[in-house]
């Protein structure tokens, strides 16, 4: 089985890798997930299965995002 992983890299940069081999690099979340659908499809469609992992944003840079967000009113 062939195992697709798309994860974000830096803020605006995606990738997808197979077996730990980066295959192409994305400006977008979109772009990525596309990509690695249309190779599992081929892959597919020649007989071998195959699967698409999203692997999400580090828990750290999730919560840099959130406090980046957050008002306190002192009170």
Known sequence: MECFEVKQEQEDLWSVSCQGRTLSLYSS???????????????????????????????????????????FTGM
């Open 29 to 71: 979340e979109e772009q990525a997930r596309w990509a690695a659908l249309m190779l599992a499809s081929t892959k597919s469609q020649s007989g071998t299965q195959a699967m698409v992992v999203i692997t999400p944003p580090e828990v750290s840079e999730l919560s840099q995002d959130t406090q980046k967000t957050r008002r």
